[in-house]
């Protein structure tokens, strides 16, 4: 599986932002997408994920203010990023898990300036 991420940027706090993550190759049998994030210094967090079933997951910390979707038809995950705050500032990664293991994206910086 190869994922490509896109959609990053600066931001102003209270701005929005959606970014996208197209998998292509091997899209079957996928357990999980999503997207994580990362600080400098701090560990990956996941941020939110679409599991089997369809079952959504989010962090606390984006709850009420990020969406995940999914377009299985273009193989593409969403996060839909609203009333961006400083602290979400970070480079974004999507993943998928598969029974293979685990694929990661590029990663896409999201900046919000307060």
């Known amino acids: 599986v190869q994922l490509q991420a896109s959609g990053g940027g600066l931001v102003q706090a209270g701005g929005s932002l959606r970014l996208s993550c197209a998998a292509s190759?091997?899209?079957?049998?996928?357990?999980?997408i999503g997207w994580y994030r990362q600080v400098p210094g701090k560990q990956r967090e996941l941020v939110a994920g679409?599991?089997?079933?369809?079952?959504?997951n989010y962090a606390d910390s984006v709850k009420g203010r990020f969406t995940i979707s999914r377009d299985n038809a273009k193989n593409t995950v969403y996060l839909q990023m609203n009333s961006l705050k400083p602290e979400d500032t970070a480079v974004y990664y999507c993943?998928?898990?598969?029974?293979?293991?685990?694929?990661w994206g590029q990663g896409t910086l999201v900046t919000v300036s307060s």
């Open positions: 993943f998928v898990v598969r029974p293979q293991g685990d694929y």
């Open positions: 679409i599991f089997r079933g369809g079952i959504t």
């Open positions: 190759g091997s899209t079957f049998s996928i357990y999980a």
